[in-house]
């Protein structure tokens, strides 16, 4: 009993050697998927943002009762009050005041817009693709009728890698 008590506690260096193996082993395997995982992480957390960003636009039409454009413009979009509902960023509302939010797709890693189904939106007057919210929650296009389409997104990784996120004419925003 008396050698149990005054025995060393402790790992030996034979123990300490197999479980630094076993880490560089799962480090070996693990390290190259994470390069396969984060594209489609960045893919996702694009369309995340354009889905709460459509989401946004829709919510601040209804609170100010002005129509809220999101309009398309090279490398990203922007969010604004659009007073004259032409779907235009012009006049007033090139104020930062009625301008709710700019994104540049820049900021999300590894993401583009897909060349192959691109955005479907009906272009204003300027070519940008865009859609208004009403104060009614129901979209508009730039001839009046209702809006609506899709933005499709791609990873530059892995251009097979794509989400598109639709929205209907009466408002409703989905990532199928």
């Known amino acids: ?59 601040t039409a209804i609170k100010e009762g002005t129509p809220c454009t999101v309009e398309f413009v090279n490398g990203g979009y922007q969010i604004f009050l659009d007073l004259n509902q032409n779907l235009e960023r012009d006049g007033n509302e090139t104020s930062n005041q009625y301008l709710v939010k700019n994104v540049r797709w820049a900021a999300f890693e590894d993401v583009r817009v897909d060349p192959s189904g691109g955005i479907t939106f009906q272009a204003n007057d300027n070519g940008n693709p865009a859609v208004a919210f009403l104060t009614n929650g129901l979209t508009a296009n730039n001839s009046g009728g209702f809006g609506a389409g899709t933005v499709n997104l791609a990873s530059t990784v892995n251009p097979s890698m794509t989400i598109q996120i639709s929205l209907s004419s009466t408002g409703s925003v989905r990532i199928p």
């Open 1 to 59: 009993m008396r050698h149990l008590l005054t025995e060393n506690k402790g790992f030996s260096l034979t123990e300490l050697a197999v479980v630094m193996i076993l880490l560089i082993i799962l480090a070996a395997i693990g390290i190259p998927n994470l390069g396969k995982v984060m594209p489609r992480y960045h893919l996702k957390e694009a369309a995340r943002n354009l889905y709460g960003d459509l989401q946004l636009a829709k919510a």
